[in-house]
């Protein structure tokens, strides 16, 4: 997930299916939330700011999958899509254009589908450009289960709200030949690389090939090598690598959101109903900052019972850290009537499934 993703579950991931291990990583970057298989490969550039711009690079792997299927170029929001539905005859734009494809009709359907995300992390001198590419996920028809939030319509944050498109393959049969395929696409983006920048493509050939050693050209101030994994046991890599496994990363980094079981006026979007155990009068408003909860606001109705409930949970959970949170059931303990007050138990139940099944 990004730098600046909000969703505040102990993990965002739900599960239509049997739940499988899904590792959460929060990286350094912005951009949106992505789902990581075998079937999708990564890549990453870190060049001068001055030299920066977020079409470059795109530009550059769409390049090289038109060598796959002539569909693919980079849109608007500097993704790299594949255009849908029939080569237009009377449209056939430049081959050089990854722009435009003559598959490309703005507003028409079948709409695009998204293969290839970008993320950015910008710096005085330094610009890192990282993207995704779903060569032949396996997961493909179940991505979306992954990164849906229950808490979506409840939810108002502060970070960048990620733009949703439907997804799809550069090939057609998931899974099938991941290693070949990514292997092949790896080198021909390599290459693409050596072209662009102008580095001898044998000596880049050969390091990938494992047939040669890291070589440098001052002349044109380039180094072509590999990272061995004993870069870990570099101080400052280490360390980078254990903030970005520290809960405090993964969960305390997050902008402020409120997650609101109704209208208000910073966030007027109609929400769904509440589950139909509960009165309509019950209301939740939780205001949530680097994970902890500063404000909590909930109700039931006016009765004195459900005041007093209420006004406990709200004592017991301000200050808690949520994915601390095994239960909000539990949050109360003892001090819960279930059997007295099934209207509180069902509000708290719902919470538990607007955070991400908690407890599970």
Request: proline letters at 6%; hydrophobic letters at 30%.
């Amino acid at each position: 997930m990004c730098r600046h993703w909000s969703r505040p579950a102990k993990g965002f991931i739900t599960y239509e299916h049997e739940p499988q291990e899904v590792q959460l990583v929060r990286r350094r970057s912005g951009g949106g939330t992505v789902f990581h298989d075998h079937g999708n490969v990564n890549y990453c550039v870190i060049c001068s700011t001055a030299d920066f711009n977020r079409d470059k690079h795109a530009e550059m792997v769409a390049g090289v999958l038109r060598t796959y299927t002539p569909r693919a170029r980079v849109n608007e929001r500097h993704d790299i899509v594949l255009d849908q539905g029939n080569f237009q005859e009377d449209d056939r734009p430049d081959p050089a254009d990854m722009h435009r494809t003559g598959f490309h009709r703005e507003g028409t359907t079948p709409p695009p589908l998204k293969i290839s995300g970008s993320a950015y992390k910008l710096t005085r001198l330094r610009s890192l450009h990282h993207g995704t590419c779903l060569l032949n996920s396996w997961n493909i028809d179940t991505i979306s289960e992954y990164l849906r939030s229950p808490a979506r319509p409840f939810l108002k944050a502060r970070g960048v709200e990620s733009v949703r498109s439907p997804i799809g393959n550069v090939f057609d049969e998931p899974g099938n030949g991941w290693k070949s395929l990514s292997a092949d696409f790896q080198i021909r983006v390599a290459k693409a690389f050596a072209e662009m920048y102008e580095i001898d493509w044998k000596t880049v050939s050969k390091l990938l090939e494992g047939k040669a050693n890291p070589r440098s050209s001052p002349e044109s101030g380039y180094i072509c090598g590999y990272i061995e994994d004993d870069v870990r046991e570099l101080a400052e890599i280490r360390a980078g690598i254990e903030e970005l496994k520290s809960l405090d990363w993964i969960y305390g980094q997050t902008p402020q959101f409120t997650v609101s079981s109704h209208p208000f006026e910073n966030d007027d979007r109609e929400r769904p109903p509440l589950p139909k155990e509960l009165p309509s009068s019950a209301r939740v408003f939780l205001t949530v900052r680097s994970g902890k909860i500063l404000q909590s606001n909930v109700s039931i109705s006016s009765d004195p019972r459900d005041v007093a409930e209420a006004e406990k949970f709200d004592s017991i959970i301000e200050g808690k850290m949520v994915h601390e949170i095994q239960s909000f059931e539990n949050v109360l303990g003892p001090a819960l009537c279930r059997d007295e007050n099934s209207e509180f138990t069902a509000l708290l139940s719902w919470l538990n499934r607007i955070f991400g099944n908690l407890g599970k």
